[in-house]
């Protein structure tokens, strides 16, 4: 029996081991279009390769996976992220989980999780092609089985030669990314993290928390790159031309109006400048100042007058930015859309028009946001496919 992956990447390399062990005397190779296998697992999480997450803190996968979550939440029964870290400890990876749950190699170096599939591919005898480019179904008609784990494409083109056979997509566009923010004021203060930030678009229920890094093309970090993954098509859409409003502090309206109100009791003869709330950075809180306040930034707190106050707390709550664009994350990309999930089978991942066909990774309508919950979806659904594959055969 032979089975063919066309895809040299994250969910190529674990469904190719986990069906060898299931069925070792199943032929597998692996078909890689480029001249290296693993290249996205080597440059993610910046070379650390965050490959799975806690999930402690998530108390609904819709939360982690903007589109996909209902399939997720089936196949975590069959293999989870406690079977995807067992997974790695049993091959010879240790594993660290830090604070904020996601889950690194303890040797901090994604080179550990691509010498761990090397090895294991070689142990199975897994046949691995580079350069190969896979234009047709057809071109595999010799295998038994074939699984496609070629990622995300950035364009429909590069899911032509699985559309012309009948296997429906949904048009893929870019997720997770950072905003480019045509404001030099804002840029100035470049290298500014704020830990606990709130973004959203304005008039939509699209929002994200967490820490925002003022860059010199706009915005970056976690919140960031979560809200563009929840609000990748509307962005796409929209041209990635939308306002976004930002809350500095992360707290409620009401929240901040009675800290600034305290401060004006309790900091009376201090200047503005010289007492800050919320642990915002000075520099971003001098800036934050003078955008509310204007010539009266270096007021005394207890100087202030209840119109001024208004301002500063509307300026902490809801500072609002015109996104001019996305920028690309270091060399990471993901996408949304890719295979339809209303085209596979949802126990197996086989394809409904096209029987022996499966298809695991992100080419499937299935991303998730920062934290190691898109390689999470890849070891999941590759296992899927291998178990699928093994009982079948």
Known sequence: MKTAIVGGGAAGFFLAINLKEMMPEMDVSIFERSKRVLAKVEISGGGRCNCTNSFASVKDLKLVYPRGHQLMKRLF????????????????VSLVTQDDDCVFPMSQDSHTIIQCFMREA???????????????????????????????????????????????IVPPVPSLFTFNVNDEGLRSLMGTVIENASVMIPATKMKANGALLI?????????????????ARLLHENDYRLPIAVNWTGRQNAEVMEELMKCMVENAQKQLTNFRPFDLPGRLWNYLLEK???????????????????????????????????????DEFVTCGGISLDSVHPQTLECKTRPRLYFAGEILDIDGITGGFNFQAAWTTAYVVAQAIAKKE
């Open 77 to 92: 029964k069959v293999f989870d992220y406690h079977d995807a870290y067992d997974w790695f400890e049993h091959h010879g």
């Open 122 to 168: 070689r142990k199975h005898d897994v046949h691995i092609f580079t350069e190969k480019r896979i234009k047709s179904l057809e071109e595999l008609e010799e295998f038994d089985c074939v699984a496609i784990t070629t990622g995300g494409s950035p364009r429909r083109e590069g899911l032509r030669w699985l559309e012309s056979s009948g296997v429906k």
């Open 215 to 231: 860059t010199h093309w706009g915005m970056s970090g976690p919140a960031i790159l979560k809200l563009s993954s929840f609000a």
């Open 292 to 330: 509310s306040l204007g010539a009266r930034c270096t007021n005394r707190w207890g100087n202030l007058n209840q119109k001024e106050l208004n301002r500063l707390a509307n300026v902490l709550c809801n500072d609002v930015y015109q996104i001019e664009g996305r920028a690309a994350f270091k």
